[in-house]
């Protein structure tokens, strides 16, 4: 069996950073006067900036022009870091950090592969850098998921073949990605959600590489 590596989403996977973003796109929708619940919050997973930012001017039927949209993304993007300031190291999901070691030990390749153009921030607040082999995320890809190229870069990265990557995601869009780049998707939630992945896991909690190996 060829040698395999592991790449890992960031929100929802690594952290729960939704609950942040929620709270400063609300805060954002709520300036606009456009009503944004936690239900619509779900569409925003995994998706960029200014995608999420389009899904909520969709929802208040609005149009902007590009200047305006930038102008807002930026705005709660400064908003959202006042969260991430905060972050605590115990903020990892339960058993990443001992997945990621054991991944470590056991010669296993790692990598991220997030839409995040703050991650590399996040990942220093969680003190993870040092687990992961190399960082893939929102300022080195051009094309979003489902588009592949975030986990194909990641491969590449890892000097592995794609169909010897398996990726860890919680979104549709990242499942897709994953599967376009002929790479096998470990869906983080439920088979009800997240219908098209290869298998699933709730979280990483009591799991080790081997685990994942053996449902591969
Ligand atoms: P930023 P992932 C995604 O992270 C989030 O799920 C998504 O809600 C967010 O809009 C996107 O990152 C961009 O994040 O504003 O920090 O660049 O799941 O791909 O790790
Ligand atoms: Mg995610």
């Given at each position: 069996?060829?040698?395999?590596?592991?790449?890992?989403?960031?929100?929802?996977?690594i952290?729960?950073?939704?609950?942040?973003?929620?709270?400063?796109?609300?805060?954002?929708?709520?300036?606009?006067?456009?009503?944004?619940?936690?239900?619509?919050?779900?569409?925003?997973?995994?998706?960029?900036?200014?995608q999420?930012?389009?899904?909520?001017?969709?929802?208040?039927?609005?149009?902007?022009?590009?200047?305006?949209?930038?102008f807002?993304?930026?705005?709660?993007?400064?908003?959202?870091?006042?969260?991430?300031?905060?972050?605590?190291?115990?903020?990892?999901?339960?058993?990443?950090?001992?997945?990621?070691?054991?991944?470590?030990?056991?010669?296993i390749?790692?990598?991220?592969?997030?839409?995040?153009?703050?991650?590399?921030?996040?990942?220093?607040?969680?003190?993870?850098?040092?687990?992961?082999d190399?960082?893939?995320?929102?300022?080195?890809?051009?094309?979003a998921?489902?588009?592949?190229?975030?986990?194909?870069?990641?491969?590449?990265?890892?000097?592995?073949?794609?169909?010897?990557?398996?990726?860890?995601?919680?979104?549709?869009?990242?499942?897709?990605?994953?599967?376009?780049?002929?790479?096998?998707?470990i869906?983080?939630?439920?088979?009800?959600?997240?219908?098209?992945?290869?298998?699933?896991?709730?979280?990483?909690?009591?799991?080790?590489?081997?685990?994942?190996?053996?449902?591969?």
């Amino acid at each position: 069996m060829n040698k395999k590596g592991f790449i890992f989403d960031l929100d929802g996977v690594i952290v729960d950073t939704a609950k942040y973003h929620f709270l400063a796109w609300k805060a954002l929708a709520e300036e606009l006067q456009i009503p944004f619940t936690i239900e619509d919050n779900e569409r925003l997973k995994g998706v960029s900036r200014l995608q999420s930012f389009e899904i909520i001017l969709e929802i208040g039927n609005r149009t902007m022009t590009d200047e305006e949209k930038e102008f807002y993304c930026t705005k709660k993007n400064n908003l959202y870091k006042t969260y991430l300031e905060k972050l605590e190291k115990d903020e990892v999901l339960p058993g990443v950090r001992t997945f990621l070691e054991a991944a470590k030990t056991a010669g296993i390749p790692t990598a991220l592969g997030s839409a995040s153009k703050n991650a590399v921030f996040i990942l220093e607040k969680l003190d993870l850098m040092d687990l992961l082999d190399a960082i893939i995320d929102g300022t080195s890809v051009s094309a979003a998921k489902p588009d592949p190229e975030v986990f194909l870069k990641g491969a590449e990265a890892l000097s592995l073949a794609p169909e010897d990557c398996i990726v860890f995601e919680d979104s549709f869009a990242g499942i897709e990605a994953a599967h376009r780049g002929c790479m096998k998707a470990i869906g983080v939630g439920s088979k009800e959600n997240l219908p098209e992945a290869d298998a699933w896991i709730t979280g990483f909690d009591g799991l080790m590489p081997e685990d994942i190996l053996k449902m591969c």
